[in-house]
């Protein structure tokens, strides 16, 4: 259980920052062939209402396009899932007198 949360918190950085990251480097058994990418539900009162959708179509489009597995929703090898909790947008390194910086997105699953 402990591998499959691991893979799942690699995939959703991987999602957030797909310029830096990819499969090359994760090992997944050979016994496992198969995956399923389950909607991701949004329980997150502020968060834009297609970001759930939005998040469960990249890791679904990233696992189908990096890894060997294929997409089986019956009987799957492995399972992923999750829930939107909190989302917020916070400002950083504000300047004085200026507008904002930088924008920085936290989504808690």
């Not at 591998?3 to 058994?29: K, Q």
């Not at 990233?62 to 400002?91: H, M, Q």
């Amino acid at each position: 259980m402990a591998f499959i949360r691991s893979l799942f918190f690699f995939l959703l950085i991987a999602i957030i920052a797909p310029s830096c990251y990819t499969f090359s480097g994760i090992s997944i058994g050979d016994n496992v062939k198969t995956y399923y990418v389950g909607r991701f539900k949004d329980n997150a009162t502020n968060a834009p209402p297609t970001l759930a959708q939005t998040l469960t179509n990249a890791l679904d489009q990233k696992v189908r396009t990096e890894a060997r597995l294929v997409e089986n929703n019956i009987t799957p090898d492995i399972e992923f899932k999750g829930t939107l909790v909190d989302f917020r947008v916070t400002s950083e390194a504000p300047r004085p007198d200026e507008t904002t910086a930088l924008n920085l997105s936290l989504i808690h699953i």
